[in-house]
T-cell receptor
């Protein structure tokens, strides 16, 4: 079966750094996405990795290791507005997105 | 501005009634998708369409139906056969080329009592 695992909830302090991990087992791999979703709203695209390594985009970075079936999203200089759920999704061999359940990130002042 | 619209934002229905959720996009995307999101679970694919007049079942298609008569529109009907229809429904679209990023509408929260 296809499976994507990420922690259910994490707590961090404003101004700090947090790393959200994602491990996956899927039928094929054509890329990995991270989306941000605020409560009651639609997911919005954060990053895409298809090759191993680190992709940096401002305060957010995403890392991929295909051999380990592992990715992480790194958020720096945390702000209160970063309180949201972060969804990991893998594009499988049929080019369909397989979604993790999401990690709820709570930022404390 | 290009984007995806879903209406209404909130929808209430009585058990046993069919209800249709609308989804319109002006991004000129070929592919459109319907997902269901329940608390504590990932997005689950209901139906998707890659071309007009064609669509495919996703993982949880039972109790749902769709149509794709126009490229811009992909309405979802939640039928009375769907045993647990109360959920947050999200429509998305994408191009059929790398990176296959999906763009989402604002969602419709359906409550059936």
């Amino acid at each position: 079966g296809q499976n994507i695992d990420q922690p259910t909830e994490m707590t961090a302090t404003e101004g700090a750094i947090v790393q959200i991990n994602c491990t996956y087992q899927t039928s094929g791999f054509n890329g990995l996405f991270w989306y941000q979703q605020h409560a009651g709203e639609a997911p919005t695209f954060l990053s895409y990795n298809v090759l191993d390594g680190l992709e940096e985009k401002g305060r957010f970075s995403s890392f991929l290791s295909r051999s380990k079936g592992y990715s992480y999203l790194l958020l720096k200089e945390l702000q209160m507005k970063d309180s949201a759920s972060y969804l990991c999704a893998v594009l499988d061999s049929n080019y369909q997105l397989i979604w993790g359940a999401g990690t709820k990130l709570i930022i404390k002042p | 501005d290009g984007g995806i619209t879903q209406s209404p934002k909130y929808l209430f229905r009585k058990e046993g009634q069919n209800v249709t959720l609308s989804c319109e996009q002006n991004l000129n995307h070929d592919a459109m998708y319907w997902y269901r999101q329940d608390p504590g679970q990932g997005l689950r694919l209901i139906y998707y369409s890659q071309i007009v007049n064609d669509f495919q079942k996703g993982d949880i298609a039972e109790g749902y139906s769709v149509s794709r008569e126009k490229k811009e529109s992909f309405p979802l009907t939640v039928t009375s056969a769907q045993k647990n229809p109360t959920a947050f429904y999200l429509c998305a679209s994408s191009i059929l080329a790398e990176p296959y990023e999906q763009y989402f509408g604002p969602g419709t929260r359906l409550t059936v009592t």
